[in-house]
Nanobody
Framework: QVQLVESGGGVVQTGGSLRLSCAPS????????MGWFRRAPGKEREFVAG????????YYGDSVKGRFTISRDSGENTVHLQMDNLKVEDTAVYYC????????????????WGRGTQVTVSS
């Protein structure tokens, strides 16, 4: 069974940092675009960041530009999301996703999803 597994979530104070990781279980996603989405309580799922299959192109949601960095390690078949200068409004469940297509900001473009990891930023 194909699965994406997120890790690295936790509780951090405002201004702190966290690094999320996403690793596939059951297959490699080396030829896939990868994305991170998040869902805060009572809000719609939001595109956070995406990276092309080669790692050469990255995309960010407006609310995280300049603070978050997405990267992929082909050798370890892992995608990371470095989150710096975290704000209370970054509190959400963060999901990793894989797409057979180019990077898109819409969730329906992604075929594979992880179960999510909770990120809580306290003031």
């Amino acid at each position: 069974q194909v699965q994406l597994v997120e890790s690295g979530g936790g509780v951090v104070q405002t201004g702190g940092s966290l690094r999320l990781s996403c690793a596939p279980s059951g297959r490699t996603f080396s030829g896939y675009s990868m994305g991170w989405f998040r869902r805060a309580p009572g809000k719609e799922r939001e595109f956070v960041a995406g990276i092309s299959w080669s790692g050469g192109r990255t995309y960010y949601g407006d609310s995280v530009k300049g603070r978050f960095t997405i990267s992929r390690d082909s050798g370890e078949n892992t995608v990371h999301l470095q989150m710096d200068n975290l704000k209370v409004e970054d509190t959400a469940v963060y999901y990793c996703a894989a797409s057979e297509s180019i990077v898109r900001t819409t969730a329906r473009a992604y075929e594979y999803w992880g179960r999510g990891t909770q990120v809580t930023v306290s003031s």
